[in-house]
């Protein structure tokens, strides 16, 4: 009798304490001005990155041998390239690619780095030594770097340079993961769980997970920026998406070679590039303040 | 301190060893074989399998990786596929400019970056501040070799102020430096007036604010030095970031240096070459880092205590 009334406790009060989190975090989040900004730009982005196909005004891959490298007007709102293609139109279908690489290289580096982490985290000692001394041999090479070799080792592509940069952004997660559970590894709530008979990886899935999610969020955030940015300097040096396709990057490096006498080509896409980069980073601050537990009260 | 350095420089040796076998595996997957590219596509299959073989490159992977580890240990880093030139020679010659680049962009990046974030969090929530950390954002947010290519076709091109590329006097390297700072000199901005914000408001700041110090001191005899640890471990950071970096930033000046060297034996598929160039940026690094750990242990005595014998441990203890 009692016990049945303690899980109906529990099973009523837990989703409605979770939204309420939810929505705390995001109406701390709706004070931020700025962080209001970096988030609707965002939306934007992601918008272009789905629906970029239909709003084109352009189809993006043709060719007008006519109207080669014209400067940004009403008609080509970013001018045309070195084939007469609308560039506007391209940046919008090449978002989803620019866009699949910030958040897909963030699947795979979270991933590793959440089972690497919590590894070395949880089980501590030996595990943790030799994850430890493997992850300091990884981060012996600057991250860039890693992601060059990995991309030149991988190939050219759209999945390689997702790849390349997923694999490069694991022993980063690790560590943070790492660092955090260890904070948080000596608390009651996880000897409580102990003491009551849980298995290790549920407590590390229900107890540990949950707790360690703020950094979490804030670390992928910055990671999706990061691997953006990664991928237009692989782009310049020639590896990760090839031209053909509307990378962003790609489109940047294509334009090199003209940038002294049509300097819109470089010019549009970098813009891009450091309006999406600052939407990103203004998020992330946004996020870090909102979910700040110093500022909960 | 003499013991702590000892301890930490020993330390680096496993390090170097184990990021020499990581390059070494990762290239040993590498698709493309260097004997039928140093022959070309008509070669026959006889030579392909004879060149193979004066290479070593048929041996199992444990009897190659072995040979590698013994000629760097030799400080040969073998020999190009594509020039046949030394490699150790070859990295030699582009080592310098790769530290000048990013040696002079770091200590750039620290020099504005750390007084901006010191100044934009005593100033916090003012205009100053604002435009600081907007500053900072921007510099975050460029792509460091789009920033450089801009300055190019502004300074060098238009403007014709500074030579657009190349290697010479003071004057070549102003736009490289100051591309390849970028990044740093934002990150640390930010980094310092986020830390400086949370040891504002401790107690001992309070405390020194009550006894009626002059403000001056208060910030930099108080706040600063205890913000400084966090600045300092993201310095190493910072140095990946401006070493990354500073390799694109070589590509777009043609500076000789590592990076462009890298950038060129990549194109040309030159697979010894990049292992070489990717070991040795990683040796320069973990140098870099040595230096910011001990800096680390400078500022905080509780790191150096760590590896303080048992015997004194036990000493302080009674």
Known sequence: ?297 | MLRYILKRLLLIIPIIVGSIILVFTIMYFCPGDPATMILGAEATEEQIYELREKMGLNDPYIVRLGRTLWSYARLDLGTSYVTGRPLTEELALRIPNTLRLSLIGIVIGLLIGIPLGVTSAVHHDEPIDYIGMLIALVGISMPGFWFAMLMVTLFAVKLRWLPPFGVGGIRYWILPILSSCLGGFAGNARQARSSMLDVLTSDYVVMARAKGLPEKEVIWKHALPNAMLPIVMMIGGAMAMSIGGGMIIETVFAIPGVGFFLADSISNRDYIAIQSCVVVIGMVFTLMMLVTDLMMAAIDPRIKDQFSSRKRKKAKKV
């Open chain 1, 1 to 297: 009798m009692t016990e049945e009334k303690t899980i109906g406790i529990g099973v009523s009060e837990a989703p409605a304490k979770k939204q309420s989190q939810f929505l705390a975090v995001l109406k701390r989040l709706s004070r931020r001005p700025t962080a209001v900004v970096g988030g609707a730009l965002f939306l934007v982005i992601v918008f272009c990155a789905i629906f970029g196909d239909l709003i084109a005004p352009y189809n993006y891959n043709q060719i007008n041998m006519r109207e080669v490298y014209e400067t940004p007007s009403l008609r080509h709102l970013f001018g045309t390239d070195q084939l007469g293609r609308d560039i506007f139109s391209r940046m919008l279908v090449g978002a989803k690619y620019t866009l699949s690489i910030g958040i897909g290289s963030q699947i795979i580096a979270l991933t590793g780095g959440l089972i690497v982490g919590s590894c070395a985290g949880f089980f501590g000692q030996t595990v943790d030594n030799i994850i430890m001394r493997i992850l300091d041999v990884i981060q012996s090479i600057p991250g860039m770097i890693m992601n060059i070799v990995l991309a030149a080792v991988l190939g050219l592509g759209l999945t390689p340079c997702i790849l390349a940069m997923g694999i490069g952004g694991i022993s980063g997660t690790s560590r943070m993961v790492r660092g955090n559970i260890l904070k948080i590894r000596k608390s009651e709530f996880v000897d409580a769980a102990t003491s009551i008979n849980c298995s290790t990886p549920r407590i590390i899935a229900k107890h540990v997970l949950p707790n360690i999610l703020s950094p979490i969020i804030i670390s992928v955030t910055g990671g999706i920026g990061g691997g953006i940015m990664g991928a237009s300097g692989l782009s310049y040096l020639g590896l990760g998406v090839q031209p053909p396709h509307p990378e962003w990057g790609a489109m940047l490096s294509g334009g090199k070679d003209v940038i002294q006498t049509y300097p819109h080509v470089c010019l549009m896409p970098g813009l891009v590039i450091a309006v999406t980069m600052l939407s990103i980073n203004l998020m992330g601050d946004g996020l870090r303040d909102a979910l700040d537990p110093k500022l909960k009260k």
